[in-house]
């Protein structure tokens, strides 16, 4: 038997090998729960500037200078969005505590669809600003409602979270960021 054929009969075997790696590969890194989730680009850098009507006030307008000098959490939601409804008590308990400003983003929505909304669910936030054209939002990278940012006093992004706020999430991810900021105080 030549060299050549010895080569010809183990490489089948050698190119099943490196397949079973990859695929093995593959399913241990898709053990992590948000494993679709892409980072944000935002955290670490200044907040898109903005400047968004008040939902209960249509003629004011708030930009993100005039919430600067305190942090804040920016939830993105829209009254057409299920899981937001999932994410609503959460976010309310969260926001019961006063501990930071809730401000929401109420997204590509009909202001009479919004404000029912927050009536029949109830309104934890401290101001809901509109984002009727999605440019605000769309600049924050926002891919699908609900999505939650916590901006620091400066205006930088801190923390980004991409779906429903969960008892887990708040817990483990967005209460340990505030703290974070709380110390540097």
Not at 155 to 184: H, I
Request: charged share 25%; glycine share 8%.
């Amino acid at each position: 038997m030549t060299q050549g054929s010895k080569t010809a009969r183990w490489l089948p075997l050698a190119v099943f090998g490196v397949l079973a790696v990859l695929l093995a590969a593959g399913v241990w890194l898709s053990r992590k729960p948000d494993r679709d989730v892409l980072p944000s680009t935002l955290i670490g850098k200044p907040a898109p500037n903005f400047a968004l009507p008040v939902l209960h006030g249509p003629g004011r307008i708030v930009r993100l200078a005039d919430l600067k000098g305190q942090p804040f959490v920016l939830n993105v939601w829209g009254s057409w969005c299920p899981t937001c409804r999932d994410e609503h008590p959460v976010l309310t308990r969260f926001a019961d505590t006063k501990r930071v400003r809730v401000i929401g983003v109420d997204w590509k929505d009909e202001r009479g669809d919004a404000l029912r909304w927050l009536e029949q669910f109830g309104n934890p936030y401290w101001l809901v600003l509109e984002d009727p054209e999605g440019g605000t939002v769309i600049d924050l990278g926002v891919a699908a409602a609900p999505e939650t940012f916590l901006i620091d006093a400066h205006g930088v992004v801190r923390w980004k979270k991409a779906g429903a706020l969960t008892e887990a999430s708040v817990r483990d991810e967005l209460l340990p960021a505030l703290a974070k900021l709380e110390a540097r105080r």
